[in-house]
């Protein structure tokens, strides 16, 4: 089973400043057609997740352009430009090239 | 505009059983695979299951297989968990998403088992 691992777990921002989260994989994401299916989800307190950022680096539909994604077979990064007030919440990484489907632990972004 | 309303939830005596629905609308729900993730109170998030777009490959978590069964009826546009043997490790938001990229979620089902 691949094992999705975050750092930080908790990560204090102050408003304007840019943020990054790590998730690296136990395995390659790459898979057999080609796709890399990692994945950036954003859960707001109270609400259903809502996606980012998929096959490592392409930005949702709505999501803004301050949040973008990086990397390559296990290491990925989410960065954050200059972090606003509604980017508050929790942010998983997850990878869906094999099964099980696995998440990461989460990180949580508060503002200082 | 794409939405995914779950439905079903509720609470259940431990053993017991429920059935979520998934109702899909706004794309062409015959033509892609669909998955349930769940999140326990306070926790992460926990892939379930998956189902191939027609039905006929499926997935399970070790947790819930043996237990669990996904189907799905394309004329309905619906997906569907039936959830047996239910344990109070099996409570949390049980959420409906699109595959393979997770672009779409459901708000959402509460299943609480609690005697």
């Known amino acids: 089973d691949i094992v999705m691992t975050q750092t930080p777990l908790s990560s204090p921002v102050t408003l304007g400043q840019p943020a990054s989260i790590s998730c690296r994989s136990s395995?390659?994401?790459?898979?057999?057609?080609?796709?890399?299916?990692l994945s950036w989800l954003q859960q707001r307190p109270g609400q259903p997740p809502r996606l980012l950022i998929y096959?490592?680096?392409n930005r949702f539909s709505g999501v803004p352009d301050r949040f973008s994604g990086s990397g390559a077979g296990t290491d990925f990064t989410l960065h954050i430009s200059r972090v606003e007030a509604e980017d508050v919440g929790v942010y998983y990484c997850?990878?869906?090239?094999?099964?099980?489907?696995?998440f990461g632990q989460g990180t949580k972004l508060e503002i200082k | 505009e794409v939405q995914l309303l779950e439905s079903g939830g509720g609470l259940v005596r431990p053993g017991g059983s429920l059935r979520l629905s998934c109702a899909a609308s706004g794309f062409n729900f015959n033509t892609d695979a669909m998955s349930w993730v769940r999140q326990a109170p306070g926790k992460g998030l926990e892939w379930v299951s998956t189902?191939?777009?027609?039905?006929?490959?499926?997935h399970y978590a070790d947790s819930v297989k043996g237990r669990f069964t996904i189907s799905r009826d394309n004329s309905m546009n619906t997906l569907y968990l039936q959830m047996n043997s239910l344990r109070a490790e099996d409570s949390a938001i049980y959420y409906c998403?699109?595959?393979?990229?997770?672009?779409?979620w459901g708000q959402g089902t509460l299943v609480t088992v609690s005697s």
């Open positions: 997850m990878q869906a090239t094999q099964f099980p489907r696995s």
């Open positions: 998403a699109r595959e393979f990229d997770f672009d779409y």
């Open positions: 096959k490592i680096s």
């Open positions: 395995e390659s994401l790459v898979h057999s057609n080609g796709n890399t299916y």
């Open positions: 189902i191939s777009y027609n039905g006929d490959g499926t």
